[in-house]
């Protein structure tokens, strides 16, 4: 049994996932199930009559957030094991779409919000131009390079700067409306700063959590972020960001 045959036993088996976490502490258990998932995006104001698109749904850690706030939500996943999974999880939606990547290429649907959470790529972006509507908004969400906790022992990503980030964005039709920083970061958020509220010196008060493997830690993190948050510089070091875009 591979690891999403085991997690949509869980589903199917499992009435309070929460609960289920408690006694459970596997790295794939927490990804998938917590709802420190829906921090990233809980606190947004979601038009309720809207259509979404969800890239990436992997095996809807966030799906159902999104049917709880908007009329309608398609949710692509390429991988079928992962969609299974994501179908038994929120079955009880029925403003639930969920197809392939296949799939996806034969709509002509339209959207008022695209969601890339993770996974990012210029592709998925190219895409998701195409299917926006005009006064729509896109959301990514991504590791930073130079976020604070690759400097102190965690295996760096290949992503993007903020600033290549934005030029991207730019490049290919967005402009961005506003930028957000979760903390530690995007997958299971504590804290969201914004270009409008950043942290203050000691807001940042523990080291970045490693949830795969053991890290060795080369610096004091919460001491080095209050040093870029003294000389102003957060917003280049956080370790991820939320962006929130829309059509040039």
């Not at 088996?13 to 199930?33: A, M, V």
């Not at 959301?139 to 604070?148: L, R, T, V």
């Not at 993190?221 to 870029?228: I, L, R, S, T």
Request: with cysteine.
């Amino acid at each position: 049994m591979d690891i999403y045959d085991e997690l949509l036993n869980i589903v199917k088996t499992e009435s309070d996932l929460e609960e289920f976490l408690t006694h459970e502490n596997k790295w794939e258990y927490l990804y998938n199930f917590s709802n420190f998932r829906k921090n990233i995006l809980e606190w947004y104001d979601f038009k309720s009559d809207a259509k979404l698109l969800e890239f990436g749904a992997e095996c809807g850690a966030l799906t159902g957030l999104f049917c709880e706030r908007v009329k309608e939500v398609v949710s692509v996943e390429d991988d079928e094991k992962k969609r299974l999974v994501n179908k038994a999880r929120n079955e009880k939606y029925s403003n639930l779409k969920i197809i392939s990547g296949e799939e996806l290429s034969e709509t002509e649907e339209l959207f008022d919000y695209i969601t890339i959470i993770g996974n990012f790529s210029i592709d998925k972006l190219k895409k998701a131009k195409s299917l926006i509507k005009q006064n729509g908004y896109l959301i990514i969400a991504i590791e930073n390079k130079y976020g604070m906790k690759y400097w102190s022992g965690e295996e760096r990503p290949d992503t993007y700067s903020r600033i290549q980030l934005i030029g991207i964005m730019r490049r290919e039709g967005f402009e961005e409306k506003e930028i957000f920083y979760p903390i530690p970061d995007y997958i299971l958020p504590t804290e969201i700063y914004s270009s409008k509220y950043l942290p203050k010196i000691g807001s940042i008060s523990a080291n970045s959590p490693s949830y795969i493997s053991e890290k060795i830690t080369t610096f004091d993190e919460p001491k080095m972020f209050d040093m870029v948050i003294k000389d102003k510089k957060f917003e280049e070091y956080a370790n991820s960001f939320l962006f929130i875009a829309k059509v040039k």
